[in-house]
């Protein structure tokens, strides 16, 4: 908002003569060409002139320049409105902020004013905006131990001063940064990611580049599976894996005769003849590497079996035996126990006393005699236990916002199967291993958590909190100001509203304007008007209802307060008169003295003196009271006081050139 000074008496009178004039008519731009990032801000610095004596009626900015043809106002555009804040005023300043610019703002860009005589004016040429987004440029090819380069590239040389940043994998690189370009010196694998670039103070950043580093194989690992001793009959897999860049070629060799190739070597029906050395090796344009595995054919005893002695279904606490028994020539004199594929004891019989959940599982003997070994079937032991590591997950990616449907769904390890039932809070809510909510609101916001119950305990799942987002409502505003406002005054606006996440933007309009008058959360009106705020977050905006300032002016107030003063006066003078007046009385034969002592003494000198209201300012009141205190005023007296106080008042009205007294009277005093 901005408001023209009136012009001074000199510069009235100068426009009164034919032919004066001040200014030409001008536009004029710093800098003339811009070259800015996108989704930055971007300030137009501008300033313009025209002759003297004209008003300004209308400026805008606009990026149409057709001669004797009225362009089309930028503010006025879908695409610029929201985006487009004009920092000028209507005397010389036209400077605008664009905001959030994008490749498709690159244009030249012209400011226009027009004046109440039909004078019009273009800035022509305007400013050029270039936008420019970043693009990483990097070698193609690079091999472990190199030095790279990495580029920061721009379609134009960036108006404002950059200082580029660096990012690997999302995270921030802090060395090797010299302007625009990131050095990485002797580069290894673990320099290996995708790199993306920036400017400090901006958001935006370059698509991600992936730097791929080529190095030889490392020493292969040959896994084999199954895992231990290996029997004749048995399905044997080799496995062979390498880490190297560009990916490796694997072949296979027994001895010094190779066997196969690729990263797997099946040999199905293992016998003792397959026993021996086996070797991978792994070959890329890096280099190659070799690694070894020995296969042991074992003849192993047959029918291995497990018994359980104990009850048909173990509860946790309970004790279990495991026996193992063995059809083998010569009879088999070593057994071992196992727990899925890890050792667990020794010896035909196997023993857990005080079992638990985590005993839970699939149990094998090995048998082994001096021409190999066998396993025994698997037998599964089935722990039951109370409900355990119960857990609450959602099916939501992001944010929850109101109105989707959200699906919670509880996890429970139990035996038997456990019964669920879902809470918020302490209230019950529903049953189920899954909870829907469709439609979800702000009210269904808070903690959730899920109970596992079976005929063993229960337990319940930790709390998962709900956090609905929803675009502003219920914007208010509210004035913090007490009273009648005048000119001069500063009345405060305050907007608020209801939202998740809280509204952080907020605009200012005047009732009928379509230009934002302020922005922020507090806003400062100056004059009368209807005003309201819009509340912004990034799921949507609302606005509050319009709220009436008056602002009086200040003439009233200072006619008020001043003769609320002589008013005041008036009643000072009254009781003054009237304890004089008893004085006098009280002092009735004494008169004569006071009237001789009067009579000798100068109107200058002593206590009278101070009465003068020429020598006597803001503590003639305190000089009065002084007089009445020292009880010495007789009829001269008396008139030389009402005297002094009659100029005092009248130097008050002179010391404010405005004064109106009230209706009793009657009395209007101005310059």
Partial sequence: MSQRPAPSLLLLFLLMIPGVSSAGWGVSYSPSHICALKNSSVIMSCTYTYPTGYWIRKVFWTKVFIRRVEPPDLSEDPEYSQRLQYLGDEQQNCTIRLSHVTLKDSHMYYFRFTTDKDGKWTGYPGVTLTVTDLQVESPERVTEGDSVRLTCKSSCTLTDRATFIWYRNSQL????????????????????????????????????????????????????????????????????????NPPAEISWFKGGMFVGSGRIYSISKISSDDSGEYKCKSINEQGEKYSAVTLNVMYPPRNISVLINGSSEIVSGDSVTLICSSDSNPPALNFSWFKGRRFVGSGRIYSISKISSDDSGEYKCK??????????????????????????????????????????????????????????????????????????????????????????????????????????????????????????????????????????????????ESLAVGSGQSFSALQSGRFYCQAHNQHGSQRSDTVTVTVHHGDDRNVIVIAASSGGLFIIITIIIIIIIFIIQKKRKNRRSLIHEYENDSPRTGTYAALDPKLRSSDVYNTLTSVCLSHRLSIPDLLITSRALFNMRISIFKQHPVATYGQDSGIVLRD
């Avoid at 690189?173 to 670039?197: A, H, K, M, P």
């Avoid at 080529?214 to 390498?242: F, H």
């Avoid at 190999?372 to 039951?384: C, Q, R």
């Fill in 173 to 244: 690189v802090t060395t090797g940064i010299i302007g625009n370009q990131l050095n990485l010196r002797q580069v290894s694998r673990e320099d290996t990611g995708r790199y993306s670039c920036g400017v400090d103070g901006h958001s935006y950043r370059s698509p991600a580049v992936q730097l791929n580093i080529r190095y030889p194989p490392v020493n292969p690992v040959i896994s084999i599976s199954p895992s231990g001793e290996i029997k004749e009959g048995d399905s044997v897999t080799l496995n062979c894996s390498s880490d190297s």
């Fill in 367 to 512: 048998s082994i005699n001096e021409h190999g070994e066998k396993y025994s079937d698997a037998v599964t032991l089935n722990i039951m236990y109370p409900p355990r590591s119960v857990s609450v997950s959602i099916i939501q990616s992001g944010q929850i916002l109101e109105g989707d449907s959200v699906t919670l769904i509880c996890s429970s390890d139990s035996k038997p199967p456990a019964e669920i039932s879902w809470f918020k809070g302490g209230t019950f809510v529903g049953s189920g291993r899954i909870y829907n909510i469709s439609k979800i609101s702000s009210d269904d916001s808070g903690e959730y958590k899920c109970r596992s119950i079976n005929e063993h305990g229960e337990k319940y799942s930790d709390n998962l909190t709900l956090n609905v987002m929803y675009p502003p409502r219920n914007v208010s505003v509210s004035i913090i100001q007490s009273g009648q406002i005048w000119m001069g005054d500063s009345v405060t606006l305050i907007c608020s509203c209801d939202s998740n996440p809280p509204a952080l933007n907020f605009s200012w309009f005047k009732e009928n």
